[in-house]
Each structure stands twice: as C-alpha cells, then as structure tokens.
C-alpha cells in the first residue's frame, strides 16, 4: 500500500476502529521529502533531501471505483484520487497546491453511477470545548442544539450534524438509507476525553431516516436511535428521522408574556387529562388516531366549552408500546409520530394558547425501556443506567433506572426538561413516578437494593437531580409548572432547594384520592364509620401545593370507571359522582379530572378504544357533563376556590365531626374574606330537612350551585335557589342557616350584599 499516511493508521479506518478518522480522511497540509541530485561547486555529485509543501486529500468510500476532487470555485480544476487499497480507499496528492481549498468529490460507482457531494471529513467540529466541558458537567442546558441531529448550513453548505455520547464506544457511525446503512461510511469522530462523537453530513436535509452503528469495546455491533432526535419512524420501526424544527412560526407571543409573569398559584387551574390516542377516534377510517392538527380542531374546542383552564397529556414522547401509555419512552426528545411531525405538535400547542389553555405534559425521568434501539446499554455498557441490578432495575415494571449521579445523564434529562419547554412552549410538566426516584428500595424486597453511602435509602443523586432541575426551570422558565406525582409523605416536595425542598411548584394530593375514593365507594350506610377518611386531607391540605387528582390510574386495571365505582343504583351512581365532584371542586388545591369522567363513562378507560362518547345520546350522561362544565365554570368564576388555595385563610369547617349524618360543611374564603363560599356536603340517600350550620354573615345566600338540581339529573331538593341568614348564633357563628340539604348532594351557597334575594 502506497500513502503518505501511516499504514496502520488507515487499517484502523477499514476496519472501522478509528477514534479519529478526520485525522487521516479529508484535506490536509503535507511536507514530502523527496530525492534529488545537485552538484556542488567542486563539481562532486551528492545527494540531498528536498522537502516540498502541499495538499493531501484522502476518502474511505467502499462502494467506489473512481473518486475526483472538484475544486468547487473552479471546477475545470477536476483531480483524480489513487485506489490505494481495494477496499475503497482513495488518496490525492497535490503538490502543485499549497493552501487549502473548498472542494467536492465526484464519486463514480461500480456500475458508472456518478454523483458529486462535499466531503464530510473536510468540516472543522461544531461543539466547543466549552460545550462538551458543560455536557460533562451536567449544565449545558441546551445541548439539544448541539447534540443529535441538527439540520443547519455550516460554511454554506447545508446539511446535518450529528452529534451522540457514547465514551467507551471503539466506533460510532451515522447510517441510513443515504449510505444503504453501512457502517464504513461516515465514520464520526470523538471529541478529546469527551466521549462525544460527532460529524456532518453535507446534503442531509430534513427526512432522512437514521441509526447509530456503535462497535462496543468488546467488538460487538449494535443500532441505536439517537438519543436526541427530533422526531421518530412510526412502530414498529424504530429509526430517527431528521427534522428541523426551527421553521414553525408561533403566534402565541401574548400567552408566553402573560405567563411569564402569572402567579398559578392565585389563579384557578382545572385540568383535563387525555391520552391522544384514545380520546377519540375516527371509526369510518378503520378506527385511526386523530393528528394532532385534528386534535386542535376537536379537542381544544370541547375542553374550551367545558370550561378546564388546561390540558394535561399523557406522555407524548416517542415509546414502542401502546399498552405502556407513553410512560416507557424510547425517544425522549422525539414528539410521537403517532399523530403527526413535530410542527403539527406546535400547532396544537399554540392554538391551545391561542384558545386561552395550557399544556402540560406527563415527562417520565424516573426509567426507560429495555429495548434494543433505545438508552440501555448505549454504547455496550450501562451508560444512562446503572450497571448493577440491584440499582439500575425496577423489577416490578420491567425497566431501568436513570444513573443520576452521572453528570451526562443529569444533563440529558434536565436538557429534556428545557426543551419541552423552550421549543414546544409547554407550560408544565407533571413529572411521572416522583417517588421511585427518591427511594432505593422502591418496589424491592431487602437484599434487592443497595442503600446509599450513609446506609439510608434515599436516593441522593436523585434528589440533587430533582433540586438542580426544578431550580434551573423555574429560573429560566418563570410561570410554568413543576409538577410532581409523589404518592409517599416525603416532606417539603414543594418547597424551594436552599431549605431543604425539592424545588416543585405542585405536588399531586394521592392521599386525598386513594382516601376519599375508599370512602366514596362505599354504601352510604357504613360511611358514617369512615368519616374520618373524608376529613383527615385537611390535616395535610396545606403543607404542599397540592393538585386533587381523580387520574387514569383509578380507572384501570380493574379499578372500575369512576361513575362504576359508585354505590348504589343507576339513580344513585350519578348521585354520588355529582356529590364526589362538587366536594372535589370545594376542597382546597387544583384540579385534575381524567377524560371519560366528566360524563361518565360507564366501562374502565381501554387505550385501545375510544372513549364512549355515544353515551351522550343518553340524557343521564349528558347532564352529568352540564354539571361538570357548570362546576368548572363557578370554579373560574369564584375567588374563593383558587386565590388562597394553599394557605389556611382560604378555608374554614362550620362542621367536620357529623359523622353520624355523613354531612360535612366548610367556608373557602378569597383575600377578602366576605368573598366566599359554603359547601354544605350530604354523602347519604336521605333529605335532611331543618339541617342547621352557623355562618360567619348575615343576609341572604343564594344558591349558586345544587348537584341535585334536576337539569344535573337530581330529585330537585334544595332551598328554592337560596336563604336568609338569621341572626341566631350557632356553632360558635353570629348567624345560622336553617336547609334542606338534598340526598346525595352538595349544595354551594354565597353571600350576598343585602337581603334582597335578586342580587
């Protein structure tokens, strides 16, 4: 083999074991020695060594015959490369030329097909030492920009760069369908001790399906999707495609100021869970997905009209399984291609925003899949995760577990969590499995897990993970939402890192929910021994910000529909959601109800199928939705419900303790503290007539809201639409109520300026 570059370094190319190909492939600067005969002035002939500068130009191309170089500002100027080696590798050299010069490969194949490309060895890095030095920090924030695949023009020439880490990879390459998926090609670099490889690809626009071809260090060979791609091939395929997401234009400019400078925890926050693709579903077209285009046009205008302030979705990165819901992500920069392309997802976001409602997305940085494509064992060895089982496995889901105290997958996760909200404008996210990150021994029996270094089991690195991101969200991110689901009695979820916290902005109420759901299930005739599940949430309603949640999780696996989950008859299943959902909205905290159950859906939520929505044919249904959008809309509308939600001035019992009755009543009061209102709560089939409650004013309370009125599908008791207050002291109030408080029903009363029953 004949070539001025080391043999040993170009059988590390063809065997595509190169840390560094850009070393040797491209164009470089060359000094040749060269033998010449030059006679002395005593006419004695000697021999000396010349050493001339000039150009080296060399290419690793396998399926080539002939390859040129093309000088592209003169391309008259047409050089044909040696074959050098049978394999395909080809080498120029120039000593005619001295500076380095823009140039293109003309490449003819074997069967004398021609085509012309910039060579991606002749491109300088595109991460900075500072970039990489931040990556492996954990503070490079908006890596995204860098790392994956980024369509971008570099030197004039457009194309991708490519960029992944995989530190004890021996060799990573980009392949496709624009290399026919071989790994020789576009052999990628590493960048120092970074572990970072990288290349650009002229020519490679938006749409290119790619893996990464990674030669572990024990030789074996695996294809992986990128990490960080933008965007997915639908299942079962698993490759990352190219996408440039930089084009769509938002029109949401107002709704970001705005937020910028909210305060959600003064203002009134209902949420509507959905999973996308069971929603709804178009039955005549084999029973498909709505896009997310066709979700902006059905399903922002029903949540708009049923009065929820947000939307919250189910996890809509990329994932491979259906059954999973989105909560085993394969893909965690890649928006779903289920339903559509990244830009189809903005625009359902910006018209959410453009609709006056928010978007928070369900984020899962607590475990991933084990499949083969995705994060585990990246590069041959537990890269994102940990590579002892008794650390890296949840073995009651399958999955593995993120490696916290790994910079770099600090920074993946973090980066994750900025970009969400940086590129797609969400306005939260309601971070998935909170406390199997915060314990060790998470769904593990002893001699499963591995305690930390003070023998606890706390799971420190992730804590450190949750404080660093939550701090850096909500500095750069001012208005939006951190949302934890933490179904233990860890303390201080939603309190700031310098005191101790874990920096979330709200925590999801799972007591409150497994609590009133036990109670609410039960037949009206034992709820009087159960009191106690009804009222202890107010020992703890404030200690965090808490979201009452009524989610998908209590309407699976058996669990029963909410409206199933209901005692009694058909009558009396409607009553009793009717009283669980007005007690839902009275109670302190924000709201979360999961899709199906603002009219109730009779049967479980199936993933598989649509939501029932011919339900709505039947007049019960129908008015239980009437009733859930008129609570949202009173929800909205009255201070009292959402201004001081968190703090113990919002809310005060008139009576916790008629157990034998199964009443409870109680005030929730705005910044001003005459604006308020009264829940008066029956959890019984029975009219209590007379049923005093002492009030803090006199005058009269209209009834603004009954959940047995008939228009909900109620008998119609109640007190012909409101009350006088009497000026006859009763627990421990100046003023009292005298009601007839209807069966199975919650009645919301609210004070008027004067007596007069018209205001």
């Known amino acids: 083999m004949k070539t001025t ?56 191309i396998p399926y080539a015959s002939e390859v040129y170089v093309v000088d592209e500002k003169n391309p008259e100027k047409e050089y044909q490369m040696e074959k050098i080696d049978k394999e395909g590798f080809f080498e120029l050299l120039l000593l005619s030329r001295k500076s380095l010069f823009k140039y293109l490969l003309r490449i003819v194949d074997h069967a004398g097909n021609v085509q012309q490309i910039y060579d991606p060895y002749a491109f300088l890095p595109i991460l900075t030492e500072f970039d990489l030095y931040l990556f492996n920090q954990g503070t490079n924030y908006r890596v995204y920009e860098k790392m994956g695949a980024n369509v971008r023009e570099i030197d004039g020439v457009k194309g991708t760069h490519f960029s992944v880490w995989a530190p004890t990879a021996n060799r990573v390459s980009v392949v496709g369908n624009f290399n026919e998926w071989d790994g020789r090609m576009h052999q990628m670099r590493v960048l120092g001790s970074s572990g970072v490889w990288e290349i650009f690809i002229p020519g490679l626009d938006s749409g290119e399906v790619y893996k990464y071809e990674i030669k572990a260090f024990n030789g074996e060979i695996v294809l992986k999707a990128d990490p960080y791609a933008f965007y997915a091939e639908h299942k079962p395929k698993t490759a990352s495609i190219t996408f440039d997401i930089s084009n769509y234009q938002w029109n949401d400019s107002e709704w970001l100021k705005d937020r910028q400078t909210a305060n959600t925890f003064e203002r ?46 189910m996890p809509i990165c990329e994932h491979p399984y259906d059954g999973s819901w989105g909560y085993q992500i394969t893909g965690y920069y890649a928006v779903t291609s289920r339903y559509g392309s990244p830009e189809d997802f903005m625009y359902f976001v910006d018209q959410c925003h453009q609709n006056g409602i928010g978007v928070i997305m369900d984020w899962v940085p607590a475990h991933f899949p084990k499949d083969a494509h995705g994060l585990a064992r990246f590069d041959g060895t537990a890269l994102y995760e940990h590579e002892h089982p008794k650390q890296g496995e949840h073995p009651d889901w399958g999955t593995l577990i993120f490696n916290y105290g790994r910079s770099e997958v600090k920074n993946f996760l973090i980066a994750n969590a900025f970009f969400w909200f940086d590129k797609y404008h969400i306005d939260g996210l309601r971070v998935d499995a909170v406390a199997s990150m915060l314990y060790l021994d998470y769904g593990k029996k002893d001699g499963e897990w591995i305690p930390n270094k003070w023998g606890g089991k706390e799971n420190v690195d992730a804590i450190e993970f949750m404080r660093q991101m939550n701090s850096t969200i909500y500095q750069q991110f001012p208005g939006v939402m951190m949302v934890a689901e933490e179904s233990t009695s860890w303390a201080m979820v939603c309190k700031p890192p310098h005191v101790g916290g874990l920096g979330y902005g709200f925590k999801w109420n799972m007591g409150w929910m497994n609590d009133f759901l036990t109670y609410i299930s039960k037949d009206p005739i034992y709820r009087k021994y159960h009191h106690n599940s009804l009222t202890f949430s107010m020992f703890y309603a404030f200690s965090e910000n808490f979201i009452l949640v009524l989610s998908h999780d209590e309407v699976v696996h058996g669990k029963c529909s909410m409206l199933n989950k209901m005692p009694g008859d058909y009558w009396q299943k409607f009553a009793n959601l009717r009283a669980a959902y007005g007690f839902m909205y009275g109670h302190p905290g924000k709201k979360l109800l999961f899709m199906g159950g603002e009219f109730g859906q009779f049967i479980e939520w199936d993933y598989q199928r649509s939501l029932d929505w011919h339900l709505l044919d039947y007049e019960m249904h129908r008015k239980m939705q009437d009733y859930v959008r008129d609570l949202n809309n009173l929800y909205k509308s009255e201070k009292s419900l959402w201004e001081i939600d968190f703090s113990h001035g919002g809310f005060e019992w008139i009576d916790c303790s008629d157990a034998e009755h199964s009443v409870i009543s109680f005030i929730r009061k705005a910044k001003d503290w005459k604006d308020m209102l009264i829940f008066v709560c029956n959890f019984t089939p029975v009219v209590y007539e007379g049923y005093r409650i002492g009030v803090p004013l006199g005058g009269y309370y209209k009834e603004v809201m009954n959940s047995d009125s008939e228009v909900y599908g109620g008998s119609n008791q109640g007190n012909d639409g409101g009350l006088t207050a009497v000026e006859y002291p009763w627990q421990g109030r100046p003023y009292s109520l005298e009601l007839k408080i209807p069966p199975l029903g919650v009645l919301v009363l609210k004070p008027t300026a004067d007596e007069n029953r018209d205001n």
């Open 268 to 313: 009134p926050v209902s949420i509507y869970e959905v999973h996308l693709g069971s929603w709804m579903k178009i039955e005549e077209e084999g029973n498909r997905y709505l896009t997310y285009r066709e979700h902006a046009d059905r399903l922002i205008k029903y949540v708009k009209d049923m009065g929820y302030t947000h939307i919250e979705l």
């Open 5 to 60: 570059a080391d043999v040993k370094e170009i059988q590390k190319i063809l065997r595509t074991e190169h840390h560094d190909p850009f070393s040797i492939l491209g164009m470089h600067p060359i000094e040749v020695r060269t033998d010449s005969e030059r006679k002395s002035k005593s006419k004695t002939g000697v021999k000396t060594a010349d050493v001339k500068k000039g150009l080296v130009v060399r290419a690793f």
